[in-house]
């Protein structure tokens, strides 16, 4: 089975700080892993994703996210924040072959002060 | 293109009664999936259906169905409501191409919020 742990329910940063949002994964074969982002009253709306490709991934928005292996980890970062960026956050992983089945963590919502 | 749409966007239904949810996939897209959303359980996969067949399922009782057209849209029914299946449902599309080995982004709906009461 396949899973995602999203570290931290809330998270806080000062606008044109670092974004950092946390995810660790757990899976038994090669997984897909994404993020999505969720504003209010919306569907998800996809970041970024790695497919085993590079594991250094741009998304957009500025965002980008890191593949390791070793650490079992996609976490999710954006240099500078930016107001328009507080939203909900989701780290999810799928099955290689395994058609369109997301696990998706249980998010972040992320908060942008002046 | 027009994106996924879903309808209604809103529902208010009553405990025992049922609810059929439609969802219409961006032109060209055969995979349709549905998720729910709560607060409690956050996002949880209900189905997923490719060329009009369940490929997918989550771990949901059998209250919750669902079918897709040859058109591919899709519709999710939930029979006997219960208070607990008040969620936003997302509906997403995906253009695959053939046998799924292949990750093709998915495309979400803005999601239909059921009420039970």
């Known amino acids: 089975a396949q899973s995602v742990t999203q570290l931290g329910s809330h998270v806080s940063v000062s606008e044109g700080a670092l974004v950092l949002l946390r995810c660790n994964y757990s899976?038994?074969?090669?997984?897909?892993l994404f993020w999505y982002v969720q504003y209010p009253n919306q569907g998800l709306q996809l970041l970024l994703k790695?497919?085993?490709?590079?594991?250094l991934v741009k998304g957009i928005n500025g965002f980008e996210a890191e593949f390791k292996k070793s650490e079992t980890s996609f976490h999710l970062t954006k240099p500078s924040a930016h107001m328009s960026d507080a939203a909900e956050y989701f780290c999810?992983?799928?099955?290689?072959?395994?058609?369109?089945?997301?696990?998706f963590g249980t998010g972040t919502q992320l908060k942008v002060e002046l | 293109k027009a994106g996924v749409t879903q309808t209604p966007r809103y529902l208010i239904k009553t405990r025992g009664q049922q609810v059929t949810l439609s969802c219409s996939p961006i032109?060209?897209?055969?995979?349709v999936s549905w998720y729910q959303q709560t607060p409690g359980q956050g996002l949880q996969f209900l189905f997923e259906?490719?060329?009009?067949?369940?490929?997918n399922k989550g771990n949901f009782p059998g209250r919750f169905s669902g079918r897709q057209f040859s058109n591919s849209r899709s519709e999710m029914n939930v029979s006997t409501l219960e208070l607990g299946d008040s969620a936003l449902y997302l509906c997403?599309?995906?253009?695959?191409?053939?046998?799924?080995?292949?990750?093709?982004?998915?495309?979400f709906g803005p999601g239909t919020r059921l009420t039970v009461l």
């Open positions: 790695y497919t085993s490709a590079a594991t």
């Open positions: 032109s060209g897209h055969r995979s």
């Open positions: 899976s038994s074969v090669p997984p897909y």
């Open positions: 259906y490719f060329s009009e067949t369940q490929r």
């Open positions: 999810a992983v799928s099955k290689a072959g395994g058609g369109n089945k997301l696990t």
């Open positions: 997403a599309s995906s253009n695959e191409l053939a046998g799924g080995h292949t990750y093709n982004e998915q495309f």
